[in-house]
């Protein structure tokens, strides 16, 4: 059989050139959805995970399918594992870029909170502010729900007026209610847009 009009299948260019190179770009393509529907799936995007799930499966049929054809062939093998790994990798970096979701932020301040959350209130991080005892003595502890997307904003903040303060990330599966920023929670395809630098 001719491929590209002038290399055969069972030439040495498509069995140790063309035919590793396909199953390394297949298997980045089906990793990386697979790790996006992982992502999702722990989001709790019922409906996306699944649609990335059916592609996933079929790229991978067609990369697995020319790996058990070709079993004599050392680069095939090479380039199926390193493709899962770069999957992974610019899987990662996707969803990272998208900022997918919600997190909490806790945050225990070194000193007075009051400008801290006075600056949140103005630009719309709604906070729950606790008083409580630390291993030096009592501190008060900040948490706040926000959008994932809104994370370095929020960051530059805590920096701004609290440049020491201690604070942790967890994202959050499900938010019911509360104050967010815009007033209104946002659907997926609307969080793709940028966030507003603090000046």
């Given amino acids: 059989m001719e491929l590209l009009g002038f290399i055969s299948a069972d030439s040495w260019w498509f069995t140790w050139v063309i035919l590793p190179l396909l199953i390394f770009l297949a ?9 996006l529907r992982l992502i999702f799936v722990s989001k709790g995007f019922k409906t996306l995970a699944p649609v990335l799930g059916f592609f996933e499966s079929i790229i991978w049929l067609l990369a697995v399918s020319q790996i058990m054809q070709h079993l004599d062939n050392a680069i095939c093998f090479i380039t199926y ?72 904003n929020l ?36 969080q793709l847009g940028g966030v507003k630098k603090v000046k």
Avoid: C, W
Avoid at 27 to 35: E, P
Avoid at 105 to 126: A, Q, W, Y
Avoid at 176 to 185: A, L, S
């Fill in 155 to 190: 960051v530059d903040i805590i920096n701004r007026f609290n440049p020491n303060a201690f604070y942790s990330v967890e994202d959050v599966k499900a938010v019911k209610e509360g104050v967010f920023r815009g007033g209104t929670r946002k659907r997926f395809f609307k």
């Fill in 27 to 35: 298997r980045i393509s089906d990793q990386t959805i697979g790790t």
């Fill in 81 to 152: 594992g390193g493709g899962f790994a770069m999957g992974n990798y610019i899987g990662i970096l996707l969803e990272e870029k998208l900022s997918i979701g919600k997190v909490i932020v806790r945050i225990i301040p070194k000193h007075d909170t009051s400008e801290l959350t006075k600056f949140m209130n103005e630009n719309g991080f709604g906070h729950t502010r606790l008083l409580a005892e630390g291993s030096t003595g009592p501190v008060n502890v900040i948490i706040s729900i926000i959008d994932r997307k809104d994370l370095k």
